[in-house]
């Protein structure tokens, strides 16, 4: 019993560490209107190659090409505390 309790403990313990970190795109020279300019415009992007890859698609390929495009826009992702 105290080991089941202990190990539900250290998975709240987790999921709660889990939430305090993100992953955020920063760039010092745009402002945040200009983040979700280029966000919406990357991700729109990013849902046309996937529209046109139906076969092949994944959610990850999406995301990963989104990210992708805003790194071309000269935003960096980094964790966040």
């Known amino acids: 019993?105290?080991?089941?309790?202990?190990?539900?403990l250290m998975g709240s313990l987790?999921?709660?560490l889990d939430g305090c970190y993100s992953y955020v795109?920063?760039?010092?020279?745009?402002?945040?209107?200009q983040f979700y300019e280029d966000q919406d415009?990357?991700?729109?992007?990013?849902?046309?190659?996937?529209?046109?890859?139906?076969?092949?698609y994944s959610?990850?390929?999406?995301?990963?090409?989104?990210?992708?495009c805003m790194r071309d826009?000269?935003?960096k992702y980094h964790f966040r505390k």
Request: include cysteine; proline fraction near 2%.
């Open 1 to 8: 019993m105290k080991r089941i309790l202990f190990v539900g």
């Open 14 to 16: 987790l999921l709660c």
């Open 25 to 33: 795109a920063f760039n010092p020279e745009k402002t945040k209107a």
């Open 41 to 56: 415009e990357c991700e729109k992007k990013a849902r046309d190659y996937v529209m046109e890859r139906r076969w092949n």
């Open 59 to 68: 959610v990850s390929d999406e995301i990963s090409y989104s990210r992708r």
């Open 73 to 75: 826009k000269g935003w």
